[in-house]
């Protein structure tokens, strides 16, 4: 069974950058859509991006054109670097296959995006 670690996050002003990583205890290549979703407080959990095997990408409409994601099968990594945040970017961001997989979700790492 996969498990994946988030790592990454901080307080970063408006404006700022931040790029997350997720490492999986195992192989990924298996997983054919890779997701980062994220939960602010008091919101359901969303997807943000995500990333077929063959590299095809989506992106919630909130964080087109601000948001990438990338992965890498070699290296069980999936990433997602965030530039000019906003605010309403805070939340606790997650990895997971997606569709997501119950048994599949860590414990996240915490982005704020505070003046």
């Known amino acids: 069974q996969v498990q994946f670690v988030e790592s990454g996050g901080g307080l970063v002003q408006p404006g700022g950058s931040l790029r997350l990583s997720c490492a999986a205890s195992?192989?990924?290549?298996?997983?054919?859509?890779m997701g980062w979703y994220r939960q602010a407080p008091g919101k359901q959990r969303e997807l943000v991006a995500r990333?077929?095997?063959?590299?095809?990408?989506y992106y919630a409409d909130s964080v087109k054109g601000r948001f990438t994601i990338s992965r890498d099968n070699a290296k069980n990594t999936v990433s997602l670097q965030m530039n000019s945040l906003k605010p309403e970017d805070t939340a606790v961001y997650y990895c997971?296959?997606?569709?997501?997989?119950?048994?599949?979700w860590g414990q996240g790492t915490q982005v704020t995006v505070s003046s």
């Open positions: 990333i077929s095997n063959g590299r095809i990408t």
């Open positions: 195992g192989s990924i290549f298996s997983i054919y859509v």
């Open positions: 997971n296959a997606w569709p997501s997989q119950n048994n599949y």
